[in-house]
């Protein structure tokens, strides 16, 4: 195998015996396989569409299939066949329809079956590619893909679909089959990050119009006396499906990770038994998950290696998964997921052990803050708030990442601290006080969130009548792990936001050569220490 595709990769170079994130060799080269097959896919729909439009459902299949290659999302080996299988019955589809087509490239024309699997498997990967730039390049915007597929799809579930974004990652995949030259590939990591962020404003409008615009909420991280179940992941459809079938139930639901900033959406406040939520990232949820008793439910990624404290009371759903964990099926159309043998085995448990108390505060996405934005401009007019530093992206398990505490805490006190993703749990708790009546930690939510930050950012380059929003007074120390924060990192390249330190580490995937590019051209740079780094933050450098 050999998988570089996220921040805790080996030495920082790549996985080749077994993923760091516990991702087998055999699950490896299958998702290497599926991703082949998507191109395949991509190819000939990419030629279908030039004549009928985009095909919703084969756009959808594209995100979802990458979206379970991400990180920690998914290992269960017979899911992936079953995809890759399914990618090939649309490939059989779509060449019926073309007939006509030409010659396919074999990611599209391999047949399938374990004998065939083996083979192409050998063929495909990584690796494949023997210049190490054309590689960097290639797996940057398979990586910026696979974040796009995450939050299309939580789009799509909540009845949001963009055509534009399907038709970019079709022709993005289908290009990749493609001998493309260096500045070609840097031209399509570009389009992918604007593809990112109508991917995000997507998701921003679904999630606000179908569940309100988040808003100042307090969240207890205490515990009650009753039953409860822990909702993990960054799917707020099933959060909803899971209060319905526990409403009344004597049942209480916690969220955990990534779920926090449901709390912050009006709608879910109508639910008494949303109880708060139970924890930090995900790297903890070992323990956390133990110490919960009752059982737990994974939305989304990040699901770490199952452990026998919980093996008997863990459950996933939509595209994660892992082998020997319960699966809850995907939904009916107009219909809810069926969780009731999760409320059912929850009623049999005891309540969770309390493992802190008190509240977190969160909920400023860009509605909030613009509705704050008259206190906002004067704090920064009269020179209370010296500048906002955006912390947003990923928590990690690496001891490295105590940085980003550090920086919080020597961050001065007329500084704010704008954040989205799990990256907040290294500060979301720690007292950092307020700036007039302003929290110095505002946390906009999910990781997809980011793009309220950005939408802020450029909210107020408007509010001071600056050309250019380098001239703001904000800098940018994004912490990563895996392909979401990606597609997170090209979406603000291509809003045009410059001098970004992104940590702990530079990504793995990008060679020595287009790590200069990007730092000679986007002022892309490693954190470093934050003894050097709070310094330039505060100075703007
Ligand atoms: Fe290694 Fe990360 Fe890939 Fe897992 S996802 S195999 S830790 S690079
Ligand atoms: Fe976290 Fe996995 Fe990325 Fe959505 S839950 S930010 S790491």
């Given at each position: 195998?050999?998988?570089?595709?996220?921040?805790?990769?080996?030495?920082?170079?790549?996985?080749?015996?077994?993923?760091?994130?516990?991702?087998?060799?055999?699950?490896?080269?299958?998702?290497?396989?599926?991703?082949?097959?998507?191109?395949?896919?991509?190819?000939?729909?990419?030629?279908?569409?030039?004549?009928?439009?985009?095909?919703r459902?084969?756009g959808l299949f594209?995100m979802q299939?990458?979206f379970?290659?991400?990180?920690?999302?998914?290992?269960?080996?017979?899911?992936?066949?079953?995809?890759?299988?399914?990618?090939?019955?649309?490939?059989?589809?779509?060449?019926?329809?073309?007939?006509?087509?030409?010659?396919?490239?074999?990611?599209?024309?391999?047949?399938?079956?374990?004998?065939?699997?083996?083979?192409?498997?050998?063929?495909?990967?990584?690796?494949?590619?023997?210049?190490?730039?054309?590689?960097?390049?290639?797996?940057?915007?398979?990586?910026?893909?696979?974040?796009?597929g995450a939050y299309a799809d939580h789009a799509a579930l909540l009845g949001y679909e963009d055509?534009?974004?399907?038709?970019?990652?079709?022709?993005?995949?289908?290009?990749?089959?493609?001998?493309?030259?260096?500045?070609?590939?840097?031209?399509?990591?570009?389009?992918?990050?604007?593809?990112?962020?109508?991917a995000?404003?997507l998701l921003?409008r679904a999630n606000?119009e179908v569940y309100?615009?988040?808003?100042?909420?307090?969240?207890?991280?205490?515990?009650?006396?009753?039953?409860?179940?822990?909702?993990?992941g960054h799917d707020l459809r099933d959060l909803e499906d899971?209060?319905?079938?526990?409403?009344?139930?004597?049942?209480?639901?916690?969220?955990?990770?990534?779920?926090?900033?449901?709390?912050?959406?009006?709608?879910?406040?109508?639910?008494?038994?949303?109880?708060?939520?139970?924890?930090?990232?995900?790297?903890?949820?070992?323990?956390?998950?133990?110490?919960?008793?009752?059982?737990?439910?994974?939305t989304t990624?990040?699901?770490?290696?199952?452990?026998?404290?919980?093996?008997?009371?863990?459950?996933?759903t939509g595209t994660t998964?892992?082998?020997?964990?319960?699966?809850?099926?995907d939904r009916q159309p107009g219909g809810r997921k069926?969780?009731?043998?999760?409320?059912?085995?929850?009623?049999?448990?005891?309540?969770?052990?309390?493992?802190?108390?008190?509240?977190?505060?969160?909920?400023?996405?860009?509605?909030?803050?613009?509705?704050?934005?008259?206190?906002?401009?004067?704090?920064?007019?009269?020179?209370?708030?010296?500048?906002?530093?955006?912390?947003?992206?990923?928590?990690?398990?690496?001891?490295?990442?105590?940085?980003?505490?550090?920086?919080?805490?020597?961050?001065?006190?007329?500084?704010?601290?704008?954040?989205?993703?799990?990256?907040?749990?290294?500060?979301?708790?720690?007292?950092?006080?307020?700036?007039?009546?302003?929290?110095?930690?505002?946390?906009?939510?999910?990781?997809n969130?980011?793009?309220?930050?950005?939408?802020?950012?450029?909210?107020?380059?408007?509010?001071?009548?600056?050309?250019?929003?380098?001239?703001?007074?904000?800098?940018?120390?994004?912490?990563?792990?895996?392909?979401?924060?990606?597609?997170?990192?090209?979406?603000?390249?291509?809003?045009?936001?410059?001098?970004?330190?992104?940590?702990?580490?530079?990504?793995?995937?990008?060679?020595?050569?287009?790590?200069?590019?990007?730092?000679?051209?986007?002022?892309?740079?490693?954190?470093?220490?934050?003894?050097?780094?709070?310094?330039?933050?505060?100075?703007?450098?």
């Amino acid at each position: 195998m050999f998988c570089y595709q996220c921040q805790e990769t080996l030495r920082n170079t790549g996985c080749t015996v077994r993923g760091v994130c516990g991702k087998p060799d055999s699950t490896s080269a299958l998702m290497d396989l599926l991703i082949d097959t998507l191109k395949g896919v991509a190819v000939l729909e990419e030629q279908a569409a030039a004549r009928r439009g985009i095909d919703r459902k084969t756009g959808l299949f594209l995100m979802q299939s990458l979206f379970m290659t991400i990180t920690n999302a998914n290992f269960d080996e017979a899911r992936l066949v079953a995809q890759i299988e399914e990618a090939l019955i649309i490939q059989r589809r779509l060449r019926d329809e073309l007939q006509d087509g030409g010659p396919w490239p074999a990611c599209a024309t391999w047949q399938g079956g374990p004998d065939a699997f083996a083979a192409r498997a050998a063929e495909v990967g990584v690796l494949a590619e023997a210049d190490e730039d054309l590689r960097s390049l290639q797996q940057t915007v398979i990586y910026g893909l696979k974040g796009i597929g995450a939050y299309a799809d939580h789009a799509a579930l909540l009845g949001y679909e963009d055509d534009a974004v399907y038709g970019h990652m079709v022709k993005a995949l289908a290009q990749l089959t493609r001998p493309l030259s260096l500045d070609a590939l840097l031209a399509l990591v570009l389009e992918t990050g604007r593809s990112a962020v109508e991917a995000m404003a997507l998701l921003d409008r679904a999630n606000s119009e179908v569940y309100g615009a988040e808003e100042i909420t307090r969240v207890a991280i205490g515990v009650r006396g009753n039953p409860g179940i822990l909702v993990s992941g960054h799917d707020l459809r099933d959060l909803e499906d899971l209060l319905e079938e526990t409403a009344g139930t004597g049942v209480d639901v916690y969220t955990h990770g990534e779920m926090l900033p449901a709390h912050y959406r009006p709608f879910f406040k109508k639910y008494p038994h949303l109880a708060g939520n139970y924890g930090g990232a995900w790297w903890k949820q070992d323990k956390e998950f133990a110490s919960f008793n009752g059982p737990i439910l994974m939305t989304t990624n990040c699901i770490i290696p199952v452990r026998d404290a919980y093996r008997d009371r863990i459950f996933t759903t939509g595209t994660t998964g892992y082998p020997g964990v319960p699966h809850i099926p995907d939904r009916q159309p107009g219909g809810r997921k069926d969780f009731s043998a999760i409320v059912t085995l929850a009623r049999t448990l005891p309540p969770p052990a309390e493992i802190e108390q008190g509240e977190i505060v969160g909920g400023f996405g860009h509605p909030q803050v613009l509705a704050l934005a008259d206190r906002v401009v004067e704090a920064v007019r009269s020179g209370a708030i010296r500048r906002f530093v955006v912390m947003a992206g990923c928590d990690g398990r690496m001891k490295d990442r105590a940085y980003f505490t550090e920086v919080a805490q020597a961050l001065p006190p007329d500084t704010i601290i704008l954040t989205a993703g799990c990256a907040k749990y290294r500060y979301n708790k720690l007292a950092l006080g307020e700036i007039n009546g302003i929290p110095r930690v505002l946390d906009a939510g999910q990781c997809n969130d980011s793009y309220s930050l950005a939408v802020i950012a450029l909210k107020l380059k408007e509010a001071f009548a600056l050309e250019d929003v380098n001239d703001l007074p904000i800098s940018f120390d994004i912490a990563w792990y895996e392909q979401k924060a990606v597609a997170v990192l090209l979406a603000l390249l291509y809003l045009g936001f410059r001098n970004i330190r992104l940590g702990p580490t530079l990504p793995g995937f990008l060679s020595p050569a287009v790590a200069r590019v990007l730092g000679e051209t986007y002022g892309l740079r490693k954190t470093t220490t934050v003894a050097e780094d709070v310094p330039a933050i505060v100075a703007g450098a």
